[in-house]
């Protein structure tokens, strides 16, 4: 009986050890990491460049924007007049990397770092800002990650 009991423990803790793996793997390639770091590259460039068209197209149509110490804006049209409104006072200079990314399935998040540099076009005192955000990104029906949810604080 004991050498029973000792092949079943064995077997019963291989059991549980491959489902740990199977529960614990996530399912993500490095294309998918690859083309979510891109995006966030793509994102900055158009900040910096002043093209809020340019980064409201990374958003899905009912993304949700959480700017600090502002009421939350939804759609992608949102995105895009809350950009715009920064361009239209500010020359803009953005240094942002996603410190981690992750992937499960079609769902992925980018935590990350951002360090902007905001200079009146009007004159005045330049503004310094560093921030930490998070970016919850879906994939979409043509495969293409999207931005669905966009919120940041300042670190400063």
């Known amino acids: 009986m004991p050498a ?19 529960v614990g793997c996530r399912h993500y390639s490095k294309d998918d990491i690859n083309a979510i770091r891109k995006l966030s590259r793509a994102r900055a460039e158009a900040f910096n460049n002043g093209d809020a068209a340019g980064i409201a197209v990374h958003f899905t149509e009912n993304a949700i ?11 992608r049209e949102a995105v895009e007049g809350y950009y715009q409104s920064i361009f239209d006072e500010y020359h803009t200079d953005l240094f942002s990397e996603y410190r981690e990314v992750w992937v499960e399935g079609d769902l992925a998040y980018g935590r990350g770092y951002a360090r902007v540099k ?4 009007m004159g005045g005192d330049t503004i310094f800002s560093e921030s930490e955000y998070i970016n919850i990104l879906k994939r979409q029906p043509d495969g293409k990650w999207m931005t669905t949810h966009d919120i940041w604080n300042s670190t400063d």
């Open 65 to 75: 924007l959480m700017p600090p110490g502002k009421a939350s804006m939804t759609g």
């Open 4 to 22: 029973l009991i000792r092949l079943l423990s064995r077997k019963w803790f291989l059991l549980v050890f491959i489902s740990a793996l199977v």
């Open 118 to 121: 905001l200079i009146p076009q």
